[in-house]
């Protein structure tokens, strides 16, 4: 069985750092892509960025762009997700994806039929 635990969220001032992980397990890590996602009670879910079985990266929004960096540690199973200068527009519920089937390059990921998903960490940036 395919489980992901995504951790780390919290509170946060504007303009601090957090790191966010997914532990996966259930399946070989080394053959899955992996996303983060956000969602916003109330708008749509974004898709954040994605790292590949191939260490290909991707990430799909402008305004993260060169804050956070995704990144795996193959021997722990884990993706992260690093945020770095956080705005209080990164406010939401993260979530990690896991499948064998999205590409991850250009923005396709995004709305792929992702099969598996973890149960979001909470991050809120305020002051």
């Known amino acids: 069985e395919v489980q992901l635990q995504a951790s780390g969220g919290g509170l946060v001032q504007p303009g601090g750092s957090l790191r966010l992980s997914c532990t996966t397990s259930g399946f070989d890590f080394d053959d899955y892509v992996i996303a983060w996602f956000r969602q916003v009670p109330g708008k749509e879910r974004e898709g954040v960025s994605c790292?590949?079985?191939?260490?290909?990266?991707?990430v799909n929004l402008d305004s993260v762009k060169g804050r956070f960096t995704i990144s795996s540690d193959n021997a722990k199973n884990t993706v992260y997700l690093e945020m770095n200068r956080v705005k209080p527009e990164d406010t939401a519920v993260y979530y990690c994806?896991?499948?064998?089937?999205?590409?991850?390059w250009g923005t396709g990921w995004v709305t792929a039929p992702w099969r598996s998903w973890g149960q979001g960490t909470q991050v809120t940036v305020s002051s």
């Open positions: 790292i590949s079985e191939r260490d290909t990266r991707s």
């Open positions: 994806a896991a499948d064998d089937v999205p590409v991850c």
